[in-house]
Structure formats: C-alpha cells, structure tokens
C-alpha cells in the first residue's frame, strides 16, 4: 500500500500522530505560507549572480529584525579576514603577489604591486 505524502500526513494527523510533510525546495520555494510570512527571502546578489530566494530565520523575536545580505565574491573579503587574524599589510601583499590568495575582486588592487624581478 502506498500514499502520498499529503495524504498520508492528513490520516496520520487525523488520528492524533504528530507529522508532517519533508517537502523538497520546489514545494518550499512555491509555498504560499512561506513566501508571505518572510521565512523564504530574497537575496540580490547584487552582479550577474542575480536574485536567489533562500530560507530566511524560521521565528521571529520582538526586538530583532535580521539583516540578510549578499554573500561576497570570491576574494572579496580577504584583506578583512586576513587583518583579523593578525597578518600584515606586508604579508598580505606578498600574499597576493604570490597568487596565493585572490578571487574575481582578490584584495584591493591598491594593495598588490607588481611583481618584482629579484
């Protein structure tokens, strides 16, 4: 014997079983509920990456609105990790000079020099 999920969850619902439906992202995405009491947000990346919806904070507190934003692009946020994590300006010039760290904005180009010949 076999059920959809929906009906099976109705049954089991009906006779006192605490269940619910695992819904897959399509279901989630195109979920009325979800989508007007903001636990399914917008994210505008901001670039060619565009608009993605994701899954927002699943409750709500009274004095605390979540501040959503973009993920950073590749390398974007390198300079900031690495000062926090006690490296130089100097290091992480030669960082970057070396090709080890970088990404599609890499550190700030004021920061990489040219490579020297020595």
């Known amino acids: 014997m076999q059920y959809d ?6 049954e089991l619902g009906a006779k006192g079983v605490p269940v619910g ?18 636990t399914l947000i917008t994210i505008d990346q901001g670039d060619a990456r565009g608009k993605f919806k994701t899954l927002g904070m699943p409750f709500t507190l009274s004095n605390y609105t979540p501040d959503y934003q973009r993920a950073p692009k590749l390398g974007e946020n390198n300079e900031e990790i690495l000062t926090a994590l006690d490296y130089t300006e100097d290091q992480i010039k030669e960082l970057a000079q070396k090709g080890v760290i970088g990404g599609n904005d890499g550190v700030k180009a004021d920061l990489v020099a040219a490579p020297t010949t020595d």
């Open 21 to 38: 439906p695992v819904l897959d992202w399509n279901e989630l995405e195109n979920d009325p509920d979800l989508n007007e009491d903001g």
């Open 5 to 10: 999920k929906c009906t099976l969850t109705k």
